[in-house]
């Protein structure tokens, strides 16, 4: 019986190790995902993509008709949008429809409902429930239809206005549709609107030369990666400085990107609700905007002219910019922070695409304490792997690479070599052999790990992909190993069944074995790619490649040895 299981564990181990492979696949074959998905309530008011462009100043490519011009209340006209212009594009993506009243245009009227909802879906603006219609995803569209239901206190006119974008660059605002009106009265003159409902925008000067770290500490704060660098000499510089001028202070940013550096002034070491400012690459010019980042998502651009003196600089793939703000801005510049108190600072980067801000390529580099943005010249530090994180790298790795392999190797070699002596009846391999020690330091380890990366995200990661998953697995895994050695009976049981049941018991203490073996390499070579740990890549996975196979290859000859296939030492 113990030689089939012997076999079946053999079995299941090469099962164990096509499934490894298959998980690797799936997971180097993950895709990246999208988030058009036209939830822009946001924009409800002014009907202001927040893309932090200026809306197109060209004729609107669409039309917008109503099928019918007189109105009573309850009825329901059907609202056309529709590409008309036969050059450029022949498509739209997103799309925002309203319907107001044509003698207070900030006033919405009626409501909304689908004939197309895979295309389109209702937005409750200002509490009203339907009140507009916004796409659903950005696929290619040509036409949309809706059904707008008129109200029973419905003004004498109402005029339907649309925003269209055809891409994060190209953009109509708040165009006019069709005004219907009730029986009788004759519709108001149409309201037209110009391109100048978009973000403001400055114009910016060219940098003559490279930004230096000449006067760090001393007359100008700087926060730099690598610690101590001069972007004038070094084009792998991250850097910031800034410094005060009066009632405003003056910033400087510069670093190696593909779409943009960005900086943020934050009231913790957590990402949300920071002011922030990025300097987008676009082709062979700079675009430098302020934003504000609610939480772990896309920054929605400030449509308000905050910054002076812009500047902007581009050389061997570096983006260098520099600009003013005042350091109290009027109370109307919501989300903007006053630069008269004390902040934590991150510096980003990553890619750009029309203009929108990918997630950073790298783990944010984040000043050690907060800083006084206006107070005396620093030179401050920071870290782009938070302490807590390197703690749950360095527990699962020593858990993982050191205690549990020399368990299980003095575990399933080296029993013979020892004494046949009991001491508190346990064999002595088992206690004094430290098989008993290394794994119980082995699942302290691994628990006092798992808790790390919660204290430091404040709950579940829901960037971290399947790591984390199999994380949880691997810890059930550990804590169930020890639960089945400590209900299994002693070798040279004699009662009924005790030989059957040491038997399962030891098969259910190898699968588990296996199973978490195999889900703990997945889960390992995942980890150490997570930015949070900021390892040095590829050198990191050839050293971790290099422990996998090293007990591999010693399972394998110790394996050997023990089948007498190869008499080692005689």
């Given at each position: 019986m113990i030689n089939g299981f012997a076999i079946n564990i053999d079995s299941f181990q090469v099962l164990m190790k096509m499934w490894i492979v298959l998980l690797l696949l799936s997971v180097f074959s993950e895709t990246v995902i999208c988030y058009?998905?036209?939830?822009?309530?946001?924009?409800?008011?002014?009907?202001?993509?927040?893309?932090?462009?200026?809306?197109?100043?060209?004729?609107?490519?669409?039309?917008?008709?109503?099928?019918?011009?007189?109105?009573?209340?309850?009825?329901?006209?059907?609202?056309?949008?529709?590409?008309?212009?036969?050059?450029?594009?022949?498509?739209?993506?997103?799309?925002?429809?309203?319907?107001?009243?044509?003698?207070?245009?900030?006033?919405?009227?009626?409501?909304?409902?689908?004939?197309?909802?895979?295309?389109?879906?209702?937005?409750?603006?200002d509490s009203k429930e339907g009140s507009a219609v916004s796409h659903t995803d950005k696929s290619q569209k040509t036409e949309v239809q809706v059904i707008w239901v008129a109200p029973s206190n419905s003004p004498s006119s109402v005029q339907f206005l649309v925003t269209v974008a055809q891409g994060y660059k190209e953009y109509w605002v708040k165009s006019p549709g069709p005004v219907v009106s009730q029986n009788g009265v004759a519709p108001p003159p149409q309201t037209t609107f110009g391109g100048s409902i978009g973000a403001q925008t400055?114009?910016?000067?060219?940098?003559?030369?490279?930004?230096?770290?000449?006067?760090?500490?001393?007359?100008?704060?700087?926060?730099?990666?690598?610690?101590?660098?001069?972007?004038?000499?070094?084009?792998?510089?991250?850097?910031?400085?800034?410094?005060?001028?009066?009632?405003?202070?003056?910033?400087?940013?510069?670093?190696?990107?593909?779409?943009?550096?960005?900086?943020?002034?934050?009231?913790?070491?957590?990402?949300?609700?920071?002011?922030?400012?990025?300097?987008?690459?676009?082709?062979?010019?700079?675009?430098?905007?302020?934003?504000?980042?609610?939480?772990?998502?896309?920054p929605e651009y400030s449509s308000q002219n905050i910054l002076k003196d812009t500047a902007w600089r581009l050389s061997d793939g570096v983006i260098q910019c520099s600009f003013r703000r005042d350091i109290i801005l009027p109370p109307e510049n919501l989300n903007r922070f006053s630069l008269d108190q004390m902040y934590y600072l991150f510096m980003a980067h990553g890619r750009a695409e029309d203009g929108r801000a990918h997630r950073h390529d790298r783990q944010p580099l984040i000043s050690t304490y907060q800083t006084a943005i206006t107070g005396p010249p620093e030179d401050l530090t920071g870290s782009r792997s938070p302490l807590l994180m390197k703690y749950h790298g360095a527990f699962m790795l020593i858990a993982?690479?050191?205690?549990?392999?020399?368990?299980?190797?003095?575990?399933?070699?080296?029993?013979?070599?020892?004494p046949e002596r009991n001491i508190l009846g346990q064999k002595v391999w088992f206690q004094v052999g430290l098989h008993q020690m290394l794994m119980v330091l082995t699942v302290l380890l691994t628990l006092v790990g798992f808790v790390l990366p919660f204290m430091y995200r404040g709950g579940w990661s829901k960037r971290a992909g399947i790591h984390p998953y199999l994380g949880c697995v691997v810890v059930a895994l550990a804590v169930i190993q020890p639960v089945i050695a400590l209900f299994r009976p002693a070798p040279d049981a004699s009662s009924s069944g005790g030989p059957e049941v040491l038997a399962v018991c030891v098969i259910k203490h190898c699968h588990n074995q296996a199973v978490c073996f195999h889900d703990l390499v997945v889960t390992i070579f995942l980890g150490i790619h997570q930015q949070a740990l900021f390892l040095p890549a590829p050198w990191s996975t050839g050293v971790l490649a290099a422990i996998v196979v090293w007990f591999v290859l010693a399972d394998l000859v110790l394996e050997v040895h023990r089948r007498g296939f190869l008499p080692i030492g005689q």
């Open positions: 058009s998905h036209g939830k822009v309530e946001v924009a409800c008011g002014d009907m202001t993509p927040q893309h932090g462009h200026d809306p197109s100043t060209k004729n609107p490519p669409f039309n917008i008709i109503a099928d019918k011009s007189q109105l009573s209340p309850g009825d329901e006209i059907k609202v056309t949008l529709s590409m008309a212009s036969s050059e450029g594009k022949h498509y739209f993506k997103g799309f925002l429809i309203e319907a107001r009243n044509a003698g207070n245009l900030s006033e919405k009227v009626g409501s909304f409902k689908l004939i197309s909802p895979g295309i389109s879906q209702l937005l409750t603006c400055t114009t910016s000067s060219i940098l003559s030369r490279s930004f230096t770290s000449e006067g760090c500490g001393s007359k100008k704060s700087c926060l730099r990666d690598p610690d101590g660098c001069d972007p004038q000499n070094d084009i792998a510089c991250h850097f910031l400085s800034f410094r005060a001028l009066g009632s405003s202070v003056m910033f400087e940013l510069s670093g190696p990107a593909e779409g943009y550096v960005s900086f943020a002034i934050s009231q913790d070491k957590w990402m949300g609700k920071d002011d922030v400012y990025l300097c987008f690459r676009d082709a062979d010019r700079v675009e430098i905007k302020a934003a504000y980042v609610s939480g772990r998502t896309h993982w690479t050191s205690t549990v392999s020399a368990g299980v190797i003095m575990a399933r070699y080296f029993k013979p070599d020892w």
